[in-house]
C-alpha cells in the first residue's frame, strides 16, 4: 500500500518539522483551559504547506483536552455570520447538555436567534435552525459589530460555566471580508478583556495578516501570526524515508538529495514524489533513477491537480497577468516589471491584481510587490501557456 497522501488537508503518514509548533499550541491550549489570557493564533503560508494539516491536528488535541471546538472552513463567497451561526448553535446545544451552564448556554441560543433574526437584512446569506425565542436587546441591534460581541460573550459564560473552553477554528481565513474580520476581531477582544475562555486558531494565506492589520490596527497585537514553510531538508527527508522505513523500504541519499532538491521541501509536492517514487521503485533501496522517473509523472499529476484546479478558476485577462508574472521567474515582481511584459499601463492592471489577490492566486509581501501564492507556479504557468501568445 502507497503510504504518502497528496491532497488538500490529507493527514500526512508522517507530521515531520513541525514539533515546534505543536509544543507552542499546546501551551496555549493549557493556558486556555486553566483561563489564562492566551494570544489567538492565526497560522500563515502558501498553498500546500500543511497549514490545515496542522489546524486539524490542533483541533483533535483541543477535543482530547476536553474543550469545546468549531471548525469552519471560509467559503470565498459566503458572509463570517452565516458560517458562524450553524457551528456556534451546536457548540451552545452540545454545552446545554452541561447541568451547570444550561441556562447559560440557553440565553445563548436566544441570543443566536436574535442575532440571526437581525443580521438576515444584511447577510441574506444566513441559514439556521433556531431552538429558543430571541431575548428583545440580546445581540439583535443589526449591528454585526455589536451583535458578535455580545453572541460570542454569551457563548464565553456559557463555556466558563461549564468549565471549558471555546476554541474557534477557522480555516482560509483569507476569504474572510475586511469589515467581518473587523468584527471577530473586536469580538475576541472584548472576550479576552473580560476573561472569557474563547479564542481563534485560523489559518490563512500570506496576506491574511495584512488584512488583519487593515481591519484592526491593533490585531498584530492581538495575535500570534506563526508563519508555516517548506520544511527544511533534515525534516523533508524525514517526511520522505519515515514512512517508507516503516514499511521496510529504504532510500539512497542521493535518492533523498534529489526529492528535496525538486520540491524545495514543499509538504504537498514531498507527498506527491513520494507516492510517485513508491509507484514506480522495483527494489529497495530506491535509487535517483528511480526518484528521475518518478518526477516526470509527479509533476504531470500536479499539473492535472494541484496546479490545475487554480488555473481553471481564472479569466484570461487573469491567466495573462499571472502568466507575466511567470516570465520574469518565481518572483517577488514590481507592478512595472509585470505591465511592461504585458505592454500595459501599472494603473490599467490594477483591477485584475485585485481579483487575484481576492482570489487566493497571488499576494503583496510588500507595497507594488506580486507574488504567487502557490509555490513553483511560476513554473507550471510556463508550462501550460508555452510561447508568446499571451502577450497580444
Ligand atoms: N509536516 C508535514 N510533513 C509531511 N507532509 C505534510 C506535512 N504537512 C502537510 N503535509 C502534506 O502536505 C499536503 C498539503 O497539506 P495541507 O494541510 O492541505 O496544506 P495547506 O492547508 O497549507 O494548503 C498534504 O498532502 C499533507 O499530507
Ligand atoms: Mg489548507
Same mark, same amino acid.
Given at each position: 500500500m502507497n503510504p504518502y497522501a497528496p491532497g488538500a488537508g490529507t493527514p500526512p503518514p508522517e507530521l515531520a518539522g513541525r514539533d515546534d509548533l505543536l509544543r507552542s499550541m499546546q501551551v496555549a491550549l493549557a493556558r486556555v483551559r486553566r483561563r489564562s489570557p492566551t494570544k489567538s493564533v492565526l497560522m500563515v503560508g502558501l498553498r500546500g504547506v500543511g497549514k490545515t494539516v496542522l489546524l486539524s491536528r490542533f483541533r483533535d488535541d483541543a477535543e482530547r483536552a476536553g474543550l469545546q471546538t468549531v471548525w469552519i472552513e471560509a467559503p470565498? =463567497?459566503?458572509s463570517l455570520p452565516a458560517i458562524l451561526a450553524p457551528q456556534l448553535r451546536q457548540a451552545l446545544i452540545r454545552l446545554s447538555r452541561s447541568e451547570r451552564a444550561r441556562d447559560l448556554a440557553r440565553r445563548g441560543l436566544r441570543a443566536l436567534a436574535g442575532f440571526a433574526k437581525a443580521l438576515r437584512v444584511t447577510y441574506e446569506d444566513i441559514q439556521v435552525g433556531l431552538d429558543l425565542e430571541p431575548e428583545a436587546g440580546? %445581540?439583535? =441591534?443589526?449591528?454585526l459589530e455589536h451583535d458578535l460581541q455580545e453572541l460570542l460573550e454569551v457563548v464565553g459564560n456559557a463555556a466558563a460555566a461549564a468549565e471549558t473552553a471555546l476554541v474557534l477554528f477557522i480555516d482560509?481565513?483569507?476569504?474572510?471580508a475586511e469589515e467581518e474580520l473587523a468584527a471577530l476581531i473586536i469580538a475576541l477582544l472584548r472576550s479576552a478583556q473580560r476573561q472569557l475562555p474563547v479564542v481563534l486558531v485560523g489559518a490563512g494565506l500570506p496576506q491574511l495578516r495584512g488584512r488583519m492589520g487593515r481591519a484592526k490596527s491593533y490585531a498584530e497585537r492581538l495575535f500570534d501570526f506563526p508563519e508555516v514553510g517548506p520544511l527544511p531538508s533534515a525534516a523533508a527527508r524525514v517526511a520522505i524515508s519515515k514512512p517508507a522505513e516503516d514499511a521496510g523500504v529504504a532510500f539512497r541519499e542521493e535518492a533523498l538529495r534529489r526529492i528535496v532538491e525538486e520540491t524545495q521541501g514543499y509538504p504537498y509536492f514531498l507527498q506527491e514524489w513520494g507516492k510517485h517514487v513508491w509507484n514506480i521503485a %522495483?527494489? =529497495?533501496?530506491?535509487t535517483e533513477e528511480d526518484v528521475a522517473t518518478a518526477s516526470e509523472s509527479a509533476v504531470a499529476a500536479l499539473d492535472e491537480s494541484f496546479f490545475r484546479v487554480r488555473f481553471d478558476r481564472l479569466t484570461p485577462s487573469e491567466k495573462a497577468y499571472l502568466r507575466a508574472m511567470a516570465e520574469l521567474g518565481p518572483g517577488p515582481h514590481r507592478s512595472g516589471d509585470i505591465a511592461e511584459q504585458l505592454h500595459r499601463k501599472v494603473t490599467s492592471l490594477g483591477p485584475v491584481r485585485s481579483h487575484l489577490i481576492s482570489k487566493g492566486m497571488v499576494w503583496s509581501p510588500s507595497h507594488g510587490d506580486t507574488a504567487f501564492t502557490v509555490p513553483l507556479f511560476d513554473e507550471f504557468m510556463r508550462r501550460i501557456m508555452p510561447g508568446n501568445q499571451w502577450r497580444s
Open positions: 470565498e =463567497s459566503r440580546l %445581540a439583535d =441591534s443589526g449591528d482560509e481565513l483569507q476569504y474572510v %522495483a527494489t =529497495s533501496p530506491i
